[in-house]
């Protein structure tokens, strides 16, 4: 069976984004389940988790002041810190996309630039199109997944990491220095990207990403059902 993937959308855009998502997970052999605030969802009915992209994150979460240019979904925020802390606390693998990569990040303890580019001269673009070259680091687990040493991406955020979280570390960044990548140190399986690869899904450094989580996602659910099978063996002796 195909693992089963819990994917959080924007209220907003949720309705063009996720059949994406939902696309790019098939391809690599896992299943979309749709998440969105004001509906109920249950996290032990899949096996991983990605937290997609759209909406600005309340900056009152990671201590920052509210600005009037910001587009915030407060519902959101409490969905996506919820389904974060869960998946910590059982060792589910996680994808983080755009705002996604933020949460992970304000979720463990970090912060964020509320205004990216007025911290950065890096160059704005608003495209799907990958305009953007982003350097990875060597060693890290995305550059074992991309295969390469810099990736071209797409860049549609405003918002962008500041203070890592705990047990993070950066893994990609532009040529100013903004970053655009982070993961956890060690396992289980969480990565988030600044870009969104659900547009690059005809390259296979993008691709790569949403099969990493399938295949983590796949071997969570083999050791969950073997931890299963003992505890059942332990209540029930022969």
Known sequence: MRPRIGVTVSQRSGWRIFPLIALNLWLVG?????????REIDLEKVDGVI?????????????GDVKLTARIDLARDRLEKSVLEHA??????ILGICRGAQMLNVVLGGTLHQDAFAHYTSRKYRTILPRRTVSVAQGSRLASLVRRQTVRVNALHSQAVD????GLR??????????????RVSDPF?????????HLFY????????????????????????????????????
């Open 30 to 38: 896992g299943r979309a389940v749709r998440w969105q605030a004001a």
């Open 163 to 166: 203070t890592l979280g705990q």
């Open 51 to 63: 937290i997609g992209g759209g909406d600005d994150i309340a900056p009152t979460l990671y201590g």
């Open 170 to 183: 950066i893994s990609a960044q532009d040529e100013k220095g903004m970053v655009q990548a982070i993961e």
């Open 88 to 93: 910590f606390s059982t060792d589910r693998p």
């Open 190 to 198: 969480a990565i988030g990207v600044q870009w969104h690869p659900e």
């Open 203 to 238: 390259k296979s450094a993008h691709r790569n990403l949403f099969r990493a989580l399938v295949d983590a996602a796949r071997a969570w659910r083999v050791d969950r059902n073997q931890l299963r099978a003992v505890d059942r063996a332990f209540s029930h002796p022969a």
